[in-house]
T-cell receptor
């Protein structure tokens, strides 16, 4: 069964350092999402791509976070500089290009757990 | 997207039906009800969705009230592996996909 791949699974860094997370969506999925999940809370959308274009980044802290999906396939989320409050699980999800009759369900990867010291 | 209200936790005996309620009294006519679950240390997993009719798949059944202001997710024969946080989400289904707005969900614990 096709899955969303993410790496690394765990990352420990010191504050003010730069970190990057990688996501490879399910083949053929045009829409890619990055979510952040703080311990004890539900995931929160950071950014959504349709192919290579950003369609929603309203919740992305743009002073320190950036995301790209240059060829419309895999994606990278970067934080620079990392802060203590960025400690969380970063989840990537993908879905097919939606339309009438599709469920538009999102498939999630296993996440990257970031700890900022 | 409409807000949802779920109990923070529920318990269920293994082999029995688990009935998870969700209130969404401000749901709009074009908003769907989605259910996802998240097993500890894993990403969320899609379970089921519906608009106004009851739905059933291999994982669960979704019962939506006639006024659409509440719904119930039913796991007919809960197993220990069903222990997870269950999220009820209402959202518009867009052609380009749309964000899932997660609340805090219901922690379901299935006991042996």
């Amino acid at each position: 069964e096709a899955e969303v791949a993410q790496s690394p699974r765990y990352k420990i860094t010191e504050k003010s350092q730069a970190v990057a997370f990688w996501c490879d969506p399910i083949s053929g999925h045009a829409t890619l999402y990055w979510y952040r999940q703080i311990l004890g809370q539900g995931p929160e959308l950071l950014v959504q791509f349709q192919d290579e274009s950003v369609v929603d980044d309203s919740q992305l802290p743009k002073d320190r976070f950036s995301a790209e999906r240059l060829k419309g396939v895999d994606s990278t989320l970067k934080i620079q500089p990392a802060e203590l409050g960025d400690s969380a699980m970063y989840l990537c999800a993908s879905s097919i290009r939606g339309g009438a009759g599709t469920s538009n369900e999102q498939f999630f990867g296993p996440g990257t757990r970031l700890t900022v010291l | 997207d409409a807000k949802t209200t779920q109990p923070p936790s529920m318990d269920c005996a293994e082999g029995r039906a688990a009935n998870l309620p969700c209130n969404h009294s401000t749901i709009s006519g074009n908003e769907y009800v989605y259910w996802y679950r998240q097993i500890h240390s894993q990403g969320p997993q899609y379970i089921i969705h519906g608009l106004k009719n009851n739905e059933t798949n291999e994982m669960a059944s979704l019962i939506i009230t006639e006024d659409r202001k509440s719904s119930t997710l039913i796991l007919p024969h809960a197993t220990l592996r069903d222990t997870a946080v269950y999220y009820c989400i209402v959202r518009v289904r867009l052609a380009s996909g749309s964000r899932l707005t997660f609340g805090e969900g219901t922690q379901l614990t299935v006991n042996p």
